[in-house]
Every structure is written in C-alpha cells, then in structure tokens.
C-alpha cells in the first residue's frame, strides 16, 4: 500500500472502522474495511489511539451520522447518491439497493488503488469518476456517467472540507448549485475555532496541532455559522448536530466513557459537527 500516494487518513479511517466489529455496541457494519488494512496501518492506528483515546469515538460517530444520512435517503426515495473524495467508502455495497444508483468520485490514484484491491478480495468496485473535484466540471461527469442531473442527487461529502481552501468549497458549492437544481449535500465541518486555534482551551490547540503533524496535513477551513452557505448558495439547513450530540444519542455510553477520560474530548467534540443542506 502506497500510503503517501494515497494519503494517510483514507487508510487510517478504513482501520477504525474495521475496528467497530469489536464494539461491544456497535453503531455501523462496514465488513469491507479490513481489506484495505495492514500491520502497519494497525499500528499508526493504536499509536494515534493510544496518545488520544477518544480519535476512535470521533470517528464512529461520524462514520454512524453520515451513514444515517444514506440510511435515510434510501428510505425516503433518493435514487442516486455520490460521495465526493470518497477515499475508501464502502457505503455504496453496506446500501446496495435495487434501483439505487452510486457513484465514487476521487483521485484517479485513489480509486485505482481502491478498486485493485477490492477486485483482489472479490469484490466488483462501484461506479467511479476519477478526478479532482475541485477542478473538474463534475456535473458533467455525472451527467457522462448516467446520473439525471434534474432528479435529486445525494451528496455525501465526508471528511473533505476541513483540508480545502474556503474559496475552493464556495466555487465548487456555486457551480454544482447552478447545474443540480435538486441536490442534498452532506458534509461534516470543524468550528473555526478548531482552524484558528482560538477555542481558549490550549488542549484542544494540542490536538489539533498532534493531528497535522502525525499525519502530515494541515486543517484550513471551519464554519461557526452555516448561514455562510445558506445564504450565497440558496440552500436549506436541513439537519444539524455537533457530534457530541451524535454521540449522545447513538451512543451514550461512549459519550459518558470519553468525558470521564478526557475532557478536552467532549469539548472537542462539541466543536466538530455535520449537517445536510437542501437546495430550497
């Protein structure tokens, strides 16, 4: 596995969701993460663990909200559903539904890494579209792809804004907005707080500053009040929860777990949120 290639957290977060399996309450099934893990994937996973215990729980509960979402479109008709940067998601065979239309869109690197490693475990890959999001005109893409950019689209944009530019989310929200009339977009998002390190709590400051450095990224973009996206792109806060909330009320027993050892985990974790918003 070519980790620096593909980038680290793709390979980290597939891990910790192999580890749910092990969760005496689990709050998702993914049975296709273990394929893209390793030893040495283990390892930085437990080293990350063992310095800051509650990364695990952060991760479930995002991985358990956004899987709500889906869980919730299909129930509700959504008869297409993307996911953008979609690293090594899964969701597209955990839903398979007759009639439901999925697609991946991520780097080329990231995809064919994906899907070699999928077909060497037996698994058929979705349908992809290898390209940079962000520079690509993605709506014809789609369109190339089969997806009826006049039916909803679900959009699940997972793990992504918080490394981008916010110049580069309003473009791309802009241009997808103007050509997908009825589009749903997902995403979680860190409180500008977090970003600036202006929380006034200098633990969370250390976390953030422990992530970038083991991990070689760098956290540009948080959002303190949606109504930035709202309102210049003409959606509709449809849901939206911090994912302490997430956590308190799909997994309490966690929550209380995470603030008996660290209270500058709950803290964090109230700082960190998702949402979806619905083109009005």
Partial sequence: MDINEIGATAFVISCMRAMEKNQEHKLFDDPYAALFVNEAIEEKVQEQIRVFPP???????????MSEVVERGIADGMKQIVSLGAGFDMRAHIYQTEGVRFCDVDQPAVLQFKNKVL?????????????????????????????D???????????????????????FLARMRAQIPRMTIAFDYFSEKIINRTS??????????FF???????WLTGF?????LTEKHGFEVHESESLMEVGERR???SVAAVKEYMDVAADLLKLYSYCVLKAS
């Fill in 224 to 228: 303190d009040d949606l109504s930035v």
């Fill in 200 to 209: 006034g709590d200098e633990r969370i400051t250390e976390v953030t500053d």
């Fill in 55 to 65: 990364s695990l729980e952060l991760v479930r509960f995002r991985v358990c909200v």
């Fill in 149 to 171: 950019l006049e039916a909803p689209i679900l959009f699940i944009w997972e793990g992504n804004t918080m490394y981008l530019p916010v110049d580069l989310i309003h473009d």
């Fill in 212 to 218: 970038e450095n083991n991990f070689n990224v760098k």
């Fill in 119 to 147: 077909e060497a475990g037996g698994v058929t890959p979705c349908a992809g579209i290898e390209c940079n999001y962000l520079e690509a005109d993605l709506p014809r893409e789609l369109k190339k792809a089969g997806l």
């Fill in 251 to 253: 997994a309490p027993q």
